[in-house]
């Protein structure tokens, strides 16, 4: 018995030696599979041969599957770390297609840090050890649970920060995709059993050769455009994973500052009454409404300032303005007029983006609307629309977001395609490899003279049917893709 402290208190003897699955498997991993960090429950997770080992030594006794066990987890002193559940999943219906554990206990630090630490005790010769980022969904895959799409449609479903990217990731992480590509790749290979047949034929049965090729053209083309269309839809969900960004531009002291902490509900940016508070872009995200927005305050445009800092600070602001999706032009109503520098900065460098004149301070000014209405006639600028907000006291803040929210909805308007959530590897794949593969198949078809076609066309969509076992990690080249999709994924997932 390696483990020979266990041996030593009454409370526990151990019945599992390590040294059985050590020898013949990879090591029993674990890790906190819940954030870091003060929580009301934390799950640690447990994988591996010698899964029921770690339970053991916790001091649990039952091991009915897949059903949560009320526990007192016990310290190798015997003492009581927390009382919490526990799951046993034995292999191969888990997760990983290994033994597996589940613990939950309470979130306290010290109570995750005594856990880990006691499952760490465990450890000799690296037989059971701390996870590697993304080694579950890694044995998951190896052990055939989960192909590449469903793994990298978990990192979605995970990464997604809105509800409109939740929705588009839910079907390829429950494996959605894999069906297609799977039922596209077998198509192809049907097809392409087809036109083997077609070598066969004989002069006399040239009608029903022709009609045999052109069923296999339709079904090709047919899929071709499937393709296609998915390739819109990825494209569309890594847009709305990007999300739109909306810059704040004005004038020092116009009220910037004051109008990003008003829209993200927390004093976040520093205000001030100096003119020239803020240097840098400062970038804020907010879910508005399904859609994630990148609000960037920037520095007060001014061309006559001498400070060093302040002047890179707009040439920042500047350069944010050029790559911007939705600029905000914040308008003090304070002041007499228009500032030009700010005119002048935005017809150069945020020429054609779409705007939105904001007028700040309307607390300060008579007639508030009436000056706006002034100073909008003056401007030498196109925009979309214009409202007056009071930053301070947040009136007009939620007629500022309905305005946002217009415009951001005319970026994303997918004119019926829906958002699909894989990644941008399938998507490349599908782009670079299988929609070139079949568009070269059908021209091919179409080379009637070509002695050659049938072999050519199949070769083709040989080709095409191999990149999509590719896209699900069954093709050539594997090896070299797992270690790109695997290094995005974080520990305990
Ligand atoms: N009364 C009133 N004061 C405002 C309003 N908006 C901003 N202020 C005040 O105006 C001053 C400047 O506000 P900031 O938000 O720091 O202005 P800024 O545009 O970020 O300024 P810089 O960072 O210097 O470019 C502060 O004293 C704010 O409290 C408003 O709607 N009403
Ligand atoms: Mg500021």
């Known amino acids: 018995m390696i483990f020979s402290r266990y041996t030593c208190t009454k409370r526990f003897t151990l019945t599992y030696s390590i040294r059985n699955f050590a020898s013949k498997h990879s090591p029993t991993i674990y890790a906190l599979s819940t954030a870091a960090g003060k929580s009301a429950i934390a799950v640690i997770r447990v994988s591996g041969s010698g899964s029921k080992f770690v339970l053991e030594s916790l001091g649990a006794t039952k091991w009915d599957a897949r059903k949560a066990i009320l526990h007192s987890f016990r310290a190798q002193d015997g003492s009581v770390i927390d009382r919490g559940l526990y799951t ?252 030009r520098d700010v005119v002048k900065t935005i017809s150069r460098y945020g020429a054609g983006t779409p705007l939105i004149i904001v007028g700040t301070k309307p607390d300060l000014v008579e007639n508030p609307q009436h000056k706006f209405n002034l100073m909008l006639r003056d401007i030498d600028l196109n925009y979309d629309t214009a409202l007056t907000v009071n930053g301070c006291k947040k009136d007009g803040v939620s007629n500022l977001f309905d305005l946002i929210s217009v415009q951001v909805n005319n970026m994303f308007d997918f004119k019926g395609i829906e958002p699909i959530g894989a990644s941008h590897r399938v998507k490349e794949i599908l782009k670079q490899e299988v929609l070139p593969g079949l568009d070269r198949a059908l021209t091919i078809y179409k080379d009637a003279g070509n002695p050659d076609r049938i072999t050519f066309f199949t070769e083709e969509l040989r080709y095409a049917a191999d990149s999509f076992g590719k896209i699900m990690g069954k093709g050539l080249d594997v090896e070299e893709i797992l270690d790109v999709v695997f290094s995005s994924f974080c520990i305990g997932k």
């Open 88 to 339: 046993y999943f034995p292999g191969p219906r888990s997760y990983t297609g290994e033994d597996m554990v589940e613990i939950h206990v309470h979130g306290g630090t010290a109570v995750v840090r005594a856990m880990l630490a006691s499952i760490q005790a465990l450890s000799q010769n690296g037989e059971i050890r701390y996870a590697e980022a993304g080694e579950f969904t890694r044995r998951a895959f190896d052990n055939g649970k989960l192909d590449l799409t469903q793994v990298e449609g978990i990192g979605e479903i995970i990464d997604a920060e809105t509800e409109l990217q939740r929705k588009a990731a839910v079907g390829p992480s429950g494996g959605h995709m894999h069906q297609l590509y799977r039922q596209w790749q077998e198509s192809l290979l049907k097809q392409m059993g087809m036109l083997t047949a077609l070598i066969d034929f004989t002069d006399e049965d040239i009608d029903s050769s022709d009609k045999l090729f052109s069923g296999v053209y339709k079904s090709v083309h047919n899929i071709r455009d499937q393709v296609a269309g998915q390739i819109k839809g990825i494209d569309q969900f890594e847009m709305l994973r990007n999300g739109a960004s909306v810059t704040l531009i004005g004038e020092p002291n116009a009220g910037k500052s004051t109008l990003l902490n008003a829209l993200v509900g927390r004093d976040a940016a520093i205000v001030s009454e100096v003119a020239g508070t803020t240097r840098d872009v400062m970038e804020l995200t907010v879910d508005l409404r399904g859609h994630k927005i990148t609000l960037s305050d920037t520095a007060g445009i001014r061309e006559d300032s001498l400070d060093k800092i302040e002047n890179e600070g707009i040439r920042r602001a500047k350069d944010k303005i050029s790559s911007t999706d939705l600029l905000l032009l914040v308008l003090p109503l304070t002041e007499p007029a228009v500032s």
